[in-house]
């Protein structure tokens, strides 16, 4: 299972990254259902964590515009798991996508506070 | 072709141009919606799996600087931020 908290409305949950000869990281993420994607970071954050670029792809946004995103590649924990995920450089908010959900069950206590939890199923 | 010199809106008009004229009628199947498929558009080459990281790896390992671009077989985009992937029929 993985657990998070409803804060300031926003339902999130951190997750671990592990680097290459680095201590692993946590970094805070919000669940976005909307974003059919596994996990996305500011660009700086990426280079800052070295996360290897992977290839370019286009990307649909809220306005209906289309636009070219960087995929790169980062290592993280999922539910206890080393898992290897798309990364895309994009934004100034992390988010977590419905690719990283497919196949959990996400529950949130929508209050402040509230409980979040991803379970598998 | 010095591919490293193109812009990013040239690789993806690139890899769109051979997905259309060649790749798309040889991924286009049912088993294969949803799944990416990575453009070496220098090469004309390309792989397929779930999340493109794969792909990207094995043609990476055969160019070391190809210039790698995405496509979401059966999609418009490879990715949407707006709570929709819209299907592209042919």
Redesign the interface.
């Known amino acids: 299972m993985i657990s998070g908290i409803v804060k300031n409305g926003r339902a999130t949950v951190n997750i671990i990254f592990r680097l290459t000869n680095k201590p692993d990281f946590t970094i805070e993420f919000v669940i976005d259902t909307g974003f059919a994607e596994f996990l996305s970071l500011p660009p700086a954050a990426v280079t800052l964590l070295g996360f290897p670029f992977v290839y370019e792809m286009y990307a649909n946004l809220a306005d209906n515009s289309n636009v070219i995103l960087a995929v790169h590649q980062g290592n993280i924990i999922w539910n206890g798991e080393e898992r290897e995920v798309n990364v895309l450089a994009t934004g100034k908010r992390p988010l977590l996508g419905t690719a990283l959900l497919d196949g959990y069950e996400l529950v949130i206590q929508f209050i402040e506070g509230g409980l979040v939890t991803i379970d598998e199923l | 072709m010095q591919s490293i010199l193109l812009s990013?809106?040239e690789?993806?008009r690139r890899a769109k141009e051979l997905y259309e004229n060649s790749i798309r009628q040889q991924v286009e199947r049912e088993e294969n919606i949803g799944k990416?498929v990575?453009i070496d558009i220098e090469t004309g080459e390309y792989a397929i799996d779930k999340?493109?990281?794969e792909s990207?790896?094995y043609l990476r390992n055969k160019h070391p600087f190809a210039r790698?671009?995405?496509?979401?077989i059966g999609y418009?985009?490879?990715?949407?931020?707006?709570?929709?992937?819209?299907r592209d029929y042919r």
């Open positions: 990013s809106e690789v993806g990416m990575i999340t493109g990281l990207a790896r790698l671009f995405g496509i979401r418009k985009v490879a990715v949407s931020f707006s709570g929709d992937m819209e």
